[in-house]
């Protein structure tokens, strides 16, 4: 028989070409894998590994799975674990700032799994969805997929601008498209490290009801506060009306257990529901999860890791302060893994290379931008994984990088 060639390029759908699949390049914008065991990598924004909490998880995990109900080793069909719902639904467990009930949350791989269903939900060809520019990439191609169209509007300290906002809602009205959401980090930004203040999320609030905008409020860092938690969300702002909560386990607790929830009106989590075709998430992981929560154990894990990774900035900060002052302009997070830094006097991506040569790695600031030609000569450092310690080697490193640049 003649075997056909199944050319992959022919294949694939055009969300997928817009995704990159297909083309020759196999290549990470973020840097080769490297075995250097003294590297500084500050690359991705991890929990702390030292401290993840695998020994609770092994036995939550194992007295579900020894229990013999077959349950936990079921399609779940995307019911979620109703103690978790419960969990998430009840603010005096701090998931949420406004009541909610069980039927308002959908359980997915992750908050990226989050925005994939959104996306396949809410997002039609053509539609346009605004993102802060620059904003977190993984999450943000997502709405390529449905052809949906990005929209970037910048910021500025008290969050994503409102002008910038109505210039595209303008723009799309006039072009008869529709604007179909606004995708935020409101707390603790990743790649920015800022948070929204409490009037910005009001005229966001606002000026998304008033015009049918869903507002996609992306809380994965929320709880990583290092002092006071942040202002109120948009979804309470909103009394829940048009806005949809994305939230994660990933950050507080762990990447692996791929957990991430939205959460909004029960009329959109229904709507939700009937796009779902991958019969549900885990139930052991969800079981598990609830019962790390309602033995008291994550709140002791979660106060913790808000003064670990607080003292990591500190630390991190205190070393850039030291050694780099001239170079850099940046402002200190309060919450959240990362610090985003404006180069001065030297080109952002020469530094990202120069650093890289001596052990130090970190993304340009470039890959957070749909456009690049919008950043404005920035790095991003990620604290969260590195020893504490380590932290404080990042500054003189970086110095001797500028130095090798400017010489
Ligand atoms: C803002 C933001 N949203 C979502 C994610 C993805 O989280 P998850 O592991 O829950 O998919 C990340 C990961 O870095 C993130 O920074």
Same mark, same amino acid.
């Given at each position: 028989m003649n075997k056909k060639k199944f050319e992959i390029n022919r294949l694939i759908s055009q969300g997928a070409k817009l995704r990159g699949a297909g083309s020759d390049t196999t290549s990470t914008?973020?840097?080769?894998?490297?075995?250097n065991q003294n590297l500084i990598d500050l690359r991705v924004g991890m929990p702390d590994r030292e401290k993840l909490p695998s020994l609770a998880f092994a036995r939550h995990i194992s007295d579900i799975l020894e229990s013999g109900d077959a349950k936990a080793l079921e399609y779940e069909y995307g019911s979620g674990d109703p103690d978790l719902k419960s969990?998430? /639904?009840d603010p005096d467990y701090g998931f949420t700032?406004?009541?909610a009930t069980p039927d308002q949350f959908a359980f997915y791989n992750g908050s990226s799994g989050c925005m994939e269903a959104f996306c396949a939900t809410f997002v039609d060809k053509g539609d346009v969805v605004?993102?802060?520019g620059p904003s977190f990439p993984g999450t943000v191609r997502a709405i390529l997929r449905s052809e949906g169209i990005i929209r970037e509007v910048g910021s500025d300290s008290d969050g994503a601008s409102i002008a910038e906002i109505e210039e595209v809602y303008l723009d799309c009205a006039a072009n008869g498209r529709t604007l179909k959401a606004i995708y935020t980090i409101p707390d603790f930004h990743n790649p920015l490290g800022r948070t929204m203040s409490l009037s910005r999320r009001k005229l966001i609030s606002d000026f998304c009801q008033e015009r049918e905008?869903?507002? =996609?409020?992306d809380t994965t860092y929320s709880s990583l506060y290092f002092d006071s938690p942040p202002p109120s969300s948009i979804y309470s702002?909103? /009394?829940?009306?048009?806005?949809?909560?994305?939230g994660t386990f990933s950050k507080t607790i762990a990447t692996g257990l791929r957990l991430g929830w939205l959460h909004g009106a029960a009329s959109f989590i229904s709507a939700l529901h009937k796009t779902r075709s991958d019969l549900g998430n885990v139930p052991f992981i969800q079981n598990a999860v609830s019962q790390f929560i309602l033995s008291g154990e994550y709140d002791d894990h979660i106060v913790e890791m808000r003064s670990l990774y607080a003292a990591k900035c500190r630390n991190l900060c205190s070393s850039l302060n030291e050694y780099c002052s001239d170079y850099i302009d940046y402002q200190i997070p309060s919450g959240g893994f990362y =610090?985003?830094?404006?180069? =001065?006097?030297?080109?952002?991506?020469?530094l990202v290379e120069k650093a890289w040569e001596s052990g130090l790695v970190f993304p340009d600031g470039n890959l957070f931008f749909q456009d690049p030609v919008k950043n404005?000569?920035?790095?991003?450092?990620?604290?969260?994984?590195?020893?504490?310690?380590?932290l404080l080697e990042v500054g003189p490193i970086l110095r001797r990088s500028f130095e090798k640049i400017l010489d």
């Open positions: 914008p973020w840097g080769v894998a490297s075995d969990i998430l /639904s700032d406004h009541s605004i993102v802060e905008v869903i507002v =996609l409020e702002i909103s /009394s829940g009306v048009g806005v949809l909560q994305m =610090l985003w830094l404006k180069i =001065l006097g030297v080109n952002a991506t020469d404005e000569n920035s790095i991003r450092l990620a604290f969260s994984g590195t020893p504490k310690d380590k």
